[in-house]
């Protein structure tokens, strides 16, 4: 039977006096790609930032079988990464610091990074092919190559769970294609990544997806199913529609 | 060598060049006064000279590198939780509320009248106390308005609302007592006339446990630099950090306050310097910007001393002129490079 990474159950979120997540019920799969799709305003981002714990909501979510809420920070920390929609990153750290701080999760306190650290970083690095720039500062880099360093950031925190939102914004093709085989080799690795992605026929690569409407979810399914194909369809309206190409699943706007 | 090792030589070159102007500074502050290097020169002979020396020019001097350092870690900090390069350490409104509470103590202490309701040390006493207060209390009121510290555009609105109230009411004691004004307008100004060695004391013991409590939370300043929704993610418990931060924001600028006036320009300009240097983590441009503040102020005061001798120029107006000129050249350099445009 397979194991669930990230479960929420009767979650309800607000923004400020407005519900925006009503009685959200869902289970991530432990060692899949699970990417969350909806029309502007469906409640995506709020979604990942609750499964992060880092709004305040009703209804639980557990991680690894254990309930958030009762995780020590810092051990819920290492165990999930989040990487957030325009984060905003500090332009006179370079890039080795901000990736470094993936790993305070990991440091005990005033201590110096360790080996362990410092591996982890340059893995991270590399994976994004962000190595060579490792001194300079952030304000001496492009929105994209930005994106990169912040991927590493969330990347050397190891964690089982990783949380991305919109993390291909900024990135050009090949950088993208760079980062979908960068989550299949995650995954391959036994982690699991939960991503929120505008960009659909980059979203019908993962392998299942989460359909949310109106802050709730409407359908959740392989997305290489015609079911879920219909789902995504009537979820915007019957204004996309999704093709096959070269055994590759591509949505587009009817026009 | 790589990029970042670079960066962190220059910070500790930094660091050195800072500490051997401390020490120049020290010595330059110790000859600058209205008998000049005179009093320097017969310390051993002349019982007048050494009180020169010892009583004044050299704790006043030292007075204005703890009262720099003070401000310059509270502009550090200003700036890592605020997340903004335009914050100072008065941000929060203690330069309103400090002040305010001298204003009033003068008004109670009736140092405006020909003939002072106390002696002239008590009202010095009463006028740093009132100071502090003014300060402290204007913090805890800004802290309040912002319901505690977790939104940082809710603390930076109440910081702007409570400085702009709070000076209202400054200026309002000014018509209402137009006796108090000349002195209220030398604390505004800023001066380090008054320090003393107990002024030393406190102002050190103050800045030592700020440092090291700066220093020990000092990542989390660099996780709120990637945002405060990242931080959290990180495991970093921001609220209660961030809380600790503002204290010791609070208490560090107050200190300072409280001891030479409103002295503007060193806290927001001392973190800017170091990072022209050397850019570098929190840890680094904590301390790095205490020094600097140490320095720029104790310049500041020495230059005040001496320019006009044996006039004296308010230090307040020379960091303000110096310290934001120097700015305007960095800005206009960093525009150049693509940069701050």
Known sequence: MSRVALQAQAVHARLGQV??????????????????????GAGKSTLLKVLAQLLPHEGSVTLLGQPMATLERRLRARQLA????????????????????????????????SAADLAAVEQALRATQAWDWRGRTLGQLSGGERQRVLLARALAVQAQVLLMDEPLANLDPPHQADWLRLVRELVAA?????????????????????????????????????????????VFEQRIAIHTLAGQYLALPRL | MTETTRQQRRALALGVVLSLLTTVLLLLGASVGSTGLESLRQLGSDALAWQIVWEIRLPRTLGAWLAGALLGLAGAIAQGLFRNPLADPYLLGSASGAALGVALALVLLGAGAAAPAVAPWL?????????????????????????????????????????????????????LAPEVMQTLQAFILGSTGFVGWSACALMAAVLLPCLVVAWAYSHVLDGLSLGEATAASLGLP????????????????????????????????APHLVRAVSKTTHGRL???SSLMGGVLLMAADTLARGLLAPQELPVGVLTAVLGGGYLLWLMHRQGQRGRWS
Not at chain 1, 21 to 39: E, K, N
Not at chain 1, 92 to 113: E, I, K, S, Y
């Open chain 2, 123 to 175: 009202l010095q006493l009463g006028l740093t106390g009132a100071a502090f207060v003014g300060a402290v209390a204007a913090v805890l009121l800004t802290l309040t308005l912002a319901r505690g510290v977790q939104h940082t555009l809710r603390l930076l609105l109440a910081g702007v609302v409570v400085g702009v109230v709070l000076g209202a009411l400054g200026s309002l004691t000014m018509q």
């Open chain 1, 19 to 40: 519900e925006v997540l009503h009685g959200i019920d869902l289970a991530f799969t432990a060692g899949r790609w699970s990417c969350i799709v909806g029309p502007n």
């Open chain 2, 238 to 269: 921001v609220a209660a950090m961030r809380a600790a931060l503002v204290v010791v924001l609070a208490l560090a600028t107050a200190t300072a306050v409280a001891q030479t006036g409103l002295i503007g320009f060193v806290g927001l300009a």
């Open chain 2, 286 to 288: 904590i301390l790095l």
């Open chain 1, 82 to 113: 989040w990487l957030g929609q325009g984060e905003v990153a500090g332009d006179d750290l370079t890039v080795f610091d901000v990736v470094m701080l993936g790993r305070l999760p990991h440091q005990r306190w005033l201590a110096p990074p």
């Open chain 1, 190 to 234: 036994g982690k699991t990544v939960v991503s929120v992605l505008h960009e659909l026929s980059l979203a019908l690569q993962a392998d299942e997806l989460v359909i949310m409407a109106h802050g709730n979810v409407r359908y959740q399914g392989a997305s290489g199913e015609a079911a879920t194909h219909r789902a995504l369809e009537q």
